[in-house]
C-alpha cells in the first residue's frame, strides 16, 4: 500500500508510485488517496480499509503527523512492515522528538518494523522492489548498502553503478526510530544475495552491538564502512541531519580494527573497496608486485599501498630470466619490482608475457598492473583476463572512464577489477590486503 499517490509529478508520492512500478514490481500495489480514484491504470483505494487483502508493506509519503495517523491504522489492518518517508522529526528539536517517540510507539505497539522516518526508502533488486523516490533500475548482485543519509547513499549507489557493480540491496535507515544499522546488517548477514556490504554512518545508538556484529559478519561477508562526523561542525550537522549523536572518531577507528572491520575515509574510496572484494580472490598475504609502462605511476602506487602495510619484494632468480626472455638479455630498463617496461610494455602481449612471468613467482600475493589509454596500443584486457585464477589481479588503466568501459566489463568476468586512476586503484589492492586470508 503507498499513502500519498498523487497525479503531481513533483510530488514524493508520485515519485514512489513510478519508481516501484518503473522497478518492475510484480506483486499487488494498492495506491491510497481518498479523491484520485486511478493512478496510471491502478485503481486507487480512498482508504487502507478498503483494500480487500491485508498489504505486506506500507509506504507512507505523508506529512510528519498524517504519518502517525496512518502507521497507526497500518498496525489495525495487520500490517507488520512500513516506510515512512517524512521528516519534520527528531532532527527539528523538541517537539519533533516527541513526534517521533509516538510513531516509534506505534510501530512497537502493533509489531511493525519501520524503516525511517525521514528515510529515502529501500531497493531490494532480488524482488524487483524499488519503495525510493528516485526512480532507477539496477543491475542486480552481490553488493549491498546501507547509509544514514539519502545523499550518502546516493553517492555510492552512483559510483556502484558506474563501476559496474550489481546491486543487492540499498537501505536508507533515516532517523532509525525502531530499527538500527544494526538491524539491517543482521538481516543482510543471512541474505544469500548479499556478498559484501557498504556502510554510511554518522551514528548509532548501540555502537558496541554494531562493531561486533559487523566484525562477526566480516569473516564471511566483508563491511566496509565509512563514518562522518570527525569534527565538531560535521557532529552538529549529523544531529540536525537525523538525529545522530556522533561520538569519538578515534575510537571508532579503534574498534573497527580490533574487529577487523575495513574503515575508509570516502564514499569513493567504499565503492572501490567493495568493487576488489567483490571481484577477485583474496590475496594469501600483503606481498605485492608492480607492472608498468610508465615509472612515475608505480612510484605512486608504491607509496599508496606501502602506507597500507604492503612489501614489495625483489623477483626471484627464475622470473628475472623470464623476464630477460620476454624483453631480451640486456633490456634498456632496470629489471626490478615495481617494473617498468618503457616502450616495450606499450605491447599489450609484452605486459601480458611479464605478468604472467611475476604473477608464476610464489614471492607474490598480488600483482598490480598500470596501463595508460592510447589510440593505438590496446588495453592488454584479452592478456589479462587470460591470467585470472587464486592470485589476486588488480589492473589500473589510466584513462577516462568512457575510454575503458568495454575493458570494465571483460575483466569483471574474468575476476580482475579495473580502476581508472592510481588512487581507486591502490584504494581496492589495499582493500584485498586488509582482507588477506588469515588476516582479517
Sequence with gaps: AVFGATAEKERVGYNILASIVHGGFAGDLYPVHPRLGEWQGLKVYPSLEEIPDTPDLAVIALSEGRTVEALARCGEKGVRAAVCLAGGFKETGEAGARLEAELAATARRYGIALVGPNTLGIINTGANLYVTFYPMRLTGGGVSLISQSGGMGLTMLYRAMEEGLGIAKFVVVGNRSVLDVADYLAWLEDDPQTKAVGLFLEGVNDARRLVELAGRINRTKPVVVYKAGESEGAAYAALTHTGSMVGSHRLYLDSCRQHGIYAVES????????????????????????????????????????????????????????????????????????????????????????????????????????FCLHANWPFPTAELAALAGEKPVVACYISTRAGMAKEQETLAAAGVPVYHSLEEAARGASALMWYARGES
Design 267 to 370: 564514499a569513493e574510496a567504499v565503492v572501490s573497496a567493495l568493487k576488489a572484494l567483490t571481484t577477485a580472490p583474496r590475496p594469501a598475504g600483503r606481498r605485492v608486485a608492480v607492472v608498468t609502462h610508465t615509472a612515475g605511476p608505480g612510484i605512486v602506487i608504491l607509496d599508496r599501498l606501502s602506507r597500507a602495510g604492503a612489501v614489495f619484494p625483489p623477483f626471484a632468480p627464475a622470473t628475472m630470466e623470464a623476464i630477460r626472455g620476454v624483453m631480451g638479455e640486456n633490456p634498456p630498463v632496470v629489471i626490478k619490482n615495481p617494473l617498468d617496461a618503457a616502450g616495450a610494455g606499450l605491447s599489450p602481449a609484452v605486459i601480458g608475457q611479464l605478468t604472467r612471468a611475476v604473477c608464476a613467482d610464489p614471492s607474490f600475493d598480488l600483482v598490480l598492473v598500470i
